[in-house]
């Protein structure tokens, strides 16, 4: 069983930035694939960023590229996401998820785990 916790939501506003950080429990988390994603209301859930097992392996939703930075710290079983430039379209719960068998996909199927979500908004 893995557990992850995020943490780093809050009210922005547009141009601001956020820090996002998932911790995981558990003693494999380095073999996981991590993901963020995001869901708004009355929309589904998108993914919007991704990090293989060393952390060299990192992919964005076109959405977000250039302004969002996935990274991992497993030393710390936490994985990050920086997020600068913030837009009003940002606004949204933001999750971390865990893959075990470490492909990290973008559908939100492939994924084992979720944590709870952390409310991100952003004014205009």
């Known amino acids: 069983q893995v557990q992850l916790v995020e943490s780093g939501g809050g009210l922005v506003q547009a141009g601001g930035s956020l820090r996002l950080s998932c911790a995981a429990s558990?003693?494999?988390?380095?073999?996981?694939?991590m993901g963020w994603f995001r869901q708004a209301p009355g929309k589904e859930r998108e993914f919007v960023a991704g990090?293989?097992?060393?952390?060299?392996?990192?992919y964005y939703a076109d959405s977000v590229k250039g302004r969002f930075t996935i990274d991992r710290d497993n030393a710390k079983n936490t994985v990050y996401l920086q997020m600068n430039s913030l837009k009003p379209e940002d606004t949204a719960v933001y999750y971390c998820?865990?893959?075990?068998?470490?492909?990290?996909?973008?559908?939100?199927?492939?994924?084992?785990?979720w944590g709870q979500g952390t409310q991100v908004t952003v004014s205009s």
């Open positions: 990090v293989r097992l060393s952390g060299s392996s990192t």
């Open positions: 558990g003693r494999t988390f380095s073999s996981y694939a």
């Open positions: 998820a865990a893959d075990v068998l470490g492909v990290g996909p973008t559908s939100a199927q492939g994924y084992d785990y």
